[in-house]
């Protein structure tokens, strides 16, 4: 395990980190294939596709997603923009933007590449999804041609999770996603989320368990701080816990400049001061 935890790389973002009560973890989804028509951005070409806060407090867990089109105020620069586009000058400024537009304390980072998810779900034999209808993506490889439950394998688990253009087929007819899709999609990341947690929990095979940390692990970057113990216990809880999924209310909007936005609505501060 030492050995394992050891090949994870460090991430120098300490002095941004702070504790309240409970313990918030910033997740982020790193992507580093770009689709077509996509711009590569970020650190080293790398895009923070996915933020969530993880808080673990008294024995309960909930997931809140922070869309990546919420506009914020970047740390960094002053400039007001997307949240995903703080990460452009590194994670600890986008921790930073984190805890200064929500007001959310952080005290560990977790970052997983998108690429190493098809393993990881192999490793574990696949995921179970449920799905209301036969559904696909052209963009992200997704084909799923019955509802129900369904076993997804690592590929398809991964165009799940990076799907944006999500269409049902209903009563024979493609149906695409209504609602907001950068929302749509945070949601089936976060199921993603359960799914890989549940079958890392219910398995007692050490050797199983082993090889999914081995594999998650060139994927991987967590904070500076973070010790062996801390990641132990991360794992634990999520073994235990089922967290619950919190939605943040947000409305779109549209900038001066004409960019197509997300920003809080009604109801958003008392969604956030349960992570405060």
């Known amino acids: 395990a030492r050995s394992v935890f050891n090949k994870i790389d460090k991430v120098d973002v300490s002095a941004a980190l702070s504790s309240g009560s409970g313990t ?11 689709g077509s028509g996509e711009q590569r951005e970020g650190v080293d070409g790398v895009r923070s596709d996915t933020i969530m806060v993880l808080r673990i ?15 914020v105020t970047n740390p960094a620069t002053g400039n007001q923009g997307r949240l995903n586009a703080t990460y452009n000058q590194g994670p600890e400024n986008l921790v930073r933007a984190v805890t ?8 560990r980072y977790i970052e997983i590449d998108f690429g190493s998810f098809s393993g990881l779900v192999d490793s574990f034999g696949g995921i179970e999804v449920h799905f209301e209808h036969p559904s696909f ?29 999500f269409t049902e087929v209903v009563d024979g007819q493609p149906r695409p ?14 199921t ?26 060139g994927g991987l970057r967590v904070d500076d ?19 619950q999924t919190v939605s943040l209310p947000v409305v779109p909007r549209t900038t001066s400049g004409g960019a197509a936005v997300l920003e809080l609505r009604p109801g958003a501060e008392d969604v956030l001061a349960g992570f405060r």
């Open 24 to 34: 918030n973890y910033l997740l982020v989804g790193a992507d580093n294939s770009i």
């Open 57 to 71: 407090d008294g024995g309960k867990a909930q997931m809140l997603s922070l869309n990546r089109d919420l506009w």
């Open 100 to 107: 200064q537009n929500f007001g959310i304390p952080i005290e």
């Open 137 to 165: 993506d052209l963009a992200s490889g997704l084909d799923v041609k019955e509802a129900g439950l369904v076993h997804l394998d690592g590929a398809q688990a991964l165009a799940f999770v990076r799907s944006r253009h």
């Open 177 to 190: 996603e209504g609602g907001l899709p950068d929302v749509n999609r945070t949601m089936r990341q976060q």
């Open 192 to 217: 993603f989320l359960r799914a890989i947690m549940g079958k890392a929990s219910s398995s007692r095979n050490p050797v199983k368990l082993l090889s999914a940390a081995n594999t998650m692990s």
């Open 225 to 243: 701080d973070m010790s062996m113990l801390d990641a132990a216990r991360f794992t634990w809880s999520m073994g235990r816990l089922d967290p």
